[in-house]
């Protein structure tokens, strides 16, 4: 099974080959190919940071390239030039200087040049009239987490859904693990993923120890995403292949379990520049009723995940290449033609788990509507579940971890982050069984909180929470 790791906060580098300037005489194997590197400088920068821009020549021969970086703020009109600094072999790194970081956005690019065949190339391509760019979160709410308390987390306000350990499936040997996801319906019912049956049981609202019906699916679906539609349809994740033949795809599933069609994802296996995709990529709604699917990105520096279409609001597969063309990066679609931008952060040279994320709101415009810092002194990391709006507030998952094993403990926690700070928070302790690459915690369509508790011995469990009780 092809899956998709790492989404969550990890940022990886990618290469683009790019041609040499006008009126430089190269040979093909003298074409210069760079990469920016994504650590140093992500999509939301904040004034005080230290930003440290990266570029890597590879092109093989080239030792000693040269080059600088030209950066300016949405407040100036004129770019700055920063002389790159050898900081490796065929690497070039500049600090950008902390005056610049401030206005609304933070814009840049390099030329970097071989003094040996006096080719040089820039990044991005175009450069001055196309920099690449960062947003300067100037007036952002900070968020202090504190030290986390482990073992303090609060009773449901309801079990919504329950099942017996014998009316499910489980993986007990090699890699174990059971249900891993679920989905809550408009009408309050509860989808359970029970894939290792090939199957989805779903309970009616206000009958939780009764399933109410169940759902063939097309196939052995383990750790395939799944969505659930107004008209009670559904999608889910696939593929065919193994390896570099592997080909993801989509299904649409009717009321009853037969396929109403099949397509293909946008993705390169070979080519880990573009789009990855795997099985358990995230399949979200957009606010217009949109189907996306969480890619990845590495192509973009500083941002690599990107939404992609994948099904219209009425239930039509996007052709592939529109799939490519209507990618929404960086951002998360979200109510009120916004995009939420999401990043784990940490300080360059600082060599430990992250403790920091950052959020923004964009407005239809690229400004920032709102942002917010959250520091943690406790590790943090996004959890697989997707943030979403609640009145307008991004609920956020974070996992929480600290100590090794035998010591190691691992929460979830849930922040509502308001227009001054934490509007609430709730932990809850990891109780999904073994391995899981899907959500099992989700915000339903009634802004409540639900999280999935699984185990072969007791069986599976879904509680509901409330998001609205002040911290």
């Known amino acids: 099974m092809n899956k998709l790791l790492g989404l969550a906060g990890s940022l990886v580098s990618i290469s683009m080959v790019l041609t040499a300037t006008a009126g430089a005489r190269i040979a093909p194997s003298a074409v210069l190919a760079a990469h920016q590197e994504p650590r140093g400088i992500g999509q939301l920068v904040v004034p ?3 930003v440290e821009i990266t570029y890597t020549v590879d092109t093989k021969g080239v030792q000693a390239p040269t080059g600088a970086l030209y950066v300016r703020s949405d407040a100036d009109r004129r770019f700055e030039s920063v002389v790159l600094k050898p900081s490796g072999r065929a690497a070039l790194s500049a600090v950008v200087p902390a005056r610049l970081i401030r206005g609304h956005r933070l814009l840049y690019y390099a030329v970097l040049r071989d003094p040996k065949t006096g080719c040089s190339v820039r990044v991005p391509a175009g450069g001055a009239a196309r920099p690449q760019s960062a947003w300067v979160l100037e007036r952002s709410v900070t968020v202090k987490l504190g030290a986390h308390r482990f073992g303090h987390t609060p009773a449901p306000e309801a079990v919504v859904a329950r099942a017996a350990p014998a009316d499910v499936g489980w993986q007990l040997g090699g890699d174990p693990f059971g249900p891993q996801t679920f989905l809550v319906g408009r009408d309050g019912s509860i989808w359970l993923d029970d894939g290792l049956q090939q199957r989805m049981l779903v309970w009616r609202a206000g009958h939780p120890d009764a399933v109410d019906r169940t759902l063939p699916l097309p196939f052995f679906a ?33 009321a009853g379990g037969q396929v109403l069609w099949q397509t293909r994802l946008a993705a390169d296996i070979r080519d880990t520049g573009a789009f990855l995709v795997g099985t358990n990529s995230l399949l979200r709604f957009g606010p217009d009723g949109t189907l996306n699917l969480l890619v990845g990105m590495p192509g973009r520096p500083g941002g690599e995940r990107g939404w992609m279409p994948v099904a219209t609001p009425s239930g039509q597969p996007v052709p592939v290449a529109r799939q490519r063309l209507r990618t929404v990066w960086p ?10 931008v999401s990043e784990i952060y940490v300080p360059p040279g600082v060599d430990r788990a992250p403790r920091q994320a950052r959020f923004a709101l964009i407005g239809r415009r690229g400004a920032v509507v709102r942002a917010w810092q959250v520091t943690s002194r406790t590790d943090i990391n996004f959890n697989y579940a997707t943030p979403e709006l609640v009145g307008g507030d991004p609920v956020v ?4 971890t600290a100590g090794r094993q035998p010591n190691f403990r691992w929460e979830y926690l849930v922040v509502r982050l308001g227009r001054r700070g934490a509007r609430s928070t709730v932990s809850l302790r990891r109780a999904v069984f073994g391995d899981n690459l899907l959500a099992d915690v989700r915000v339903g369509p009634d802004g409540k909180l639900y999280q999935l508790s699984s185990s072969p011995t007791t069986g599976v469990v879904v509680d509901r929470y409330s998001l609205g009780t002040a911290r």
């Not at 659930?228 to 795809?249: I, K, M």
């Not at 951002?331 to 939420?340: E, S």
């Open 48 to 50: 005080g940071d230290r």
């Open 397 to 400: 998952v974070f996992d929480v």
């Open 331 to 340: 951002g998360q679609p979200v109510a009120g033609n916004l995009r939420l």
């Open 222 to 254: 383990a750790d395939n995403d799944v969505a659930l539609a107004r008209d009670g349809t559904l999608y889910v994740t696939g593929g065919e292949g193994t390896g570099l033949d592997f080909q993801p795809l989509l299904f649409h599933l009717g």
